[in-house]
């Protein structure tokens, strides 16, 4: 059970506060504010660091790329020239077949490609060993009915865009077999795939997806424009991007790789380049791991976080009573990813703007992303150790089914249902600011089940399905973070360690929300900790190295500013205005000492408190 924060304080403290429509709890035996005992108890962190599932090493980066992936200069008059004339193609080498609007090349070699084929198709089908460049150098193709490219059978292909090109692929709005393949993409390829240069390319795929390799896909340069009913990118093994500026508006994922065939590829590697990507699905999606080292991405998935589900938060409102009422998250109720909706996720379009199934790395790059759904996702763990955030969500800020880790970065989530989620979440550095509508971390265990984790099910309020065990933990060493939380601040379903570090959480007035809510220990050994919230459900540290400071009053109004000092006058917190209305203070730094008296002022109201 959460311990309620207790001790006694004269009535006159809140009469002179200024602080005007004050109210009153009447089960509080003193109304004024309130100084918890010391809580010693302790537990042991039962946290693991064990193997994530999908946990796979990433790759070296450099090793993802060939050097010829960024070769783009050509000589072409050394060189087989296609010119294509409408509704056919002209071509003075024996390597290139040509039957009406059909252009087959079978044998190894540069080919430069320019001009305008209607209703027609390039076709690489060479021998296996075979390494082919096609030059676009403006090209517009169009294929009523299939892929305007098609490559059969290669070793590798790559596509240059030719400097200063504008080039134009589209498909007219239905694909049909031509062979036992399914060509579903305006860029079909089953083999090794490598698009580079300097030009720009625009892709029209109202059936299908824009680009689709069966092997690995690579981008190392070039602009591109896809618009396409399915997918934008597709890669079976890999999709690895460097240098290409890339703007996506898809029905499905923008970027996406998997293979259902070998769990270690369907990765996702991001090196450079520009993202603007709007997908009915996922922005970047990778079935095994993503790394992503720097880059600039706008990403709006699912309709952006407005076109959300509606969620609902773990019993708001149902305390004395007992049960919770069917249909609003009871048992036998429609609430959202109950098991009864276990299927849920499976039947309806994942809409996260950055996902993996496997471990998710973010080095760098500056991110923009208003997701229906998860804004960066992970079936696995993720590390952020660099990067700028902007971040607009449905559902969780950071999602890792195992452990979330930020070492660095700016860190601002806007609008979230849950900031940061994760079975472990471990915060060493960065800037980060969080808004939610439920709660600000949570270290919830398991897989993503929205709506759950908060109360626990050895508390008085009778826990809910669900809930989880008490294996998770929030670890915080280090950096700023400011959180303002409808729900609990910091919710640990195990362990809370406050370590070091500048932490600030504002929470609400509600009844079953807490500033800190952890199941195990809340330990606090160094760093600066300010937090404020509701009074009935609240938990302060169970054990310190350094003083705490935890009152309860009666209901202050946001804007009323907190401060401590110490008791030569010397400032210890300075003057801190809570965003929203507040029935509890914590407060705790290296320079409150244990068993030493400090004066803490909250609106106009100044009363000496012993640190704990």
Known sequence: MKKLILASLLISVLLVSGCAGNTVNPDNAANGLQQSPDDSSTAANNSSDGTSPGEEALADPPDLFSSRDF????????????????????????????SGSTVTITDEGTYILSGILNDGMIIVDSEKTDKIRLVLDNV???????????????????????????????????????????IDAVIFSREDLTLNGSGSLKISSPAGHGIVSKDELTLTGGAYAIDSASHGLEGKDNVCIANAEIGIVSGKDG???????????????????VFDISSGGDGVSASAWMQIDDGTFSIVSGGGSANAEIKTSDFRGSFMGGAPRPGNGSPGGNYPNSAQDGNAEENSTSSKGIKASGNLVINGGSFEIDAADDAVHTNASMDIIGGTFEISTGDDGFHADDTVSIANGA??????????????????????????????????????????????GNDRFGGRPGSTSSNGSVDISGGR???????????????????????????PVRGDTATLDY?????????????????????????????????????????????LKDSAGNTVIPSYAPELDFEVVILSNPDIVKGETYTLTIGSASRAFVAN
């Not at 994760?422 to 060493?428: C, F, P, Q």
């Not at 409808?486 to 500048?502: E, F, K, Q």
């Not at 330990?523 to 310190?544: K, L, Y």
Request: charged content about 15%.
């Open 519 to 563: 199941d195990i220990s809340g330990t606090i050994t160094g760093g600066t900790f300010i937090g404020t919230g509701a009074s009935r459900m609240a938990q302060t540290f169970s054990n310190s190295e350094q003083g705490v400071i935890s009152v309860r009053m009666g209901t202050q109004p946001a804007g009323t500013a907190i401060s």
């Open 481 to 507: 973070l400011y959180i303002n939380a409808r729900g609990d601040g910091i919710d640990a379903n195990g362990t809370l360690a406050i370590s070091g570090g500048y932490t600030v959480v504002c929470g």
């Open 140 to 182: 517009s193709i169009t294929s009523e009915t299939s892929a305007p490219i098609y490559i059969l059978q290669a070793d590798k292909v790559f596509i240059t865009l030719a400097p200063g090109s504008s080039n134009t692929l589209s498909n007219g709005g239905t694909f049909t077999a031509i062979d036992g393949n399914n």
């Open 255 to 273: 970027i996406h790789a998997e293979n259902s065939d070998d769990a270690t590829l369907g990765f996702v590697y991001i090196q450079s380049g």
């Open 71 to 98: 070769e783009v200069d050509y000589d072409e008059s050394a060189n087989t020239v296609i010119q294509l004339n409408g509704d056919t193609a002209v071509c003075n080498s024996d390597t290139v077949k040509i």
């Open 411 to 456: 860190i601002r989530i806007t609008k979230s249902y849950e900031g940061i989620e994760g079975l472990h979440v471990k915060i060493s550095g960065g800037d980060i600011t969080i808004y939610a509508s439920d709660d600000g971390i949570n270290a919830a265990g398991g897989t993503d089940r929205s709506g759950f984790g908060g109360m626990r």
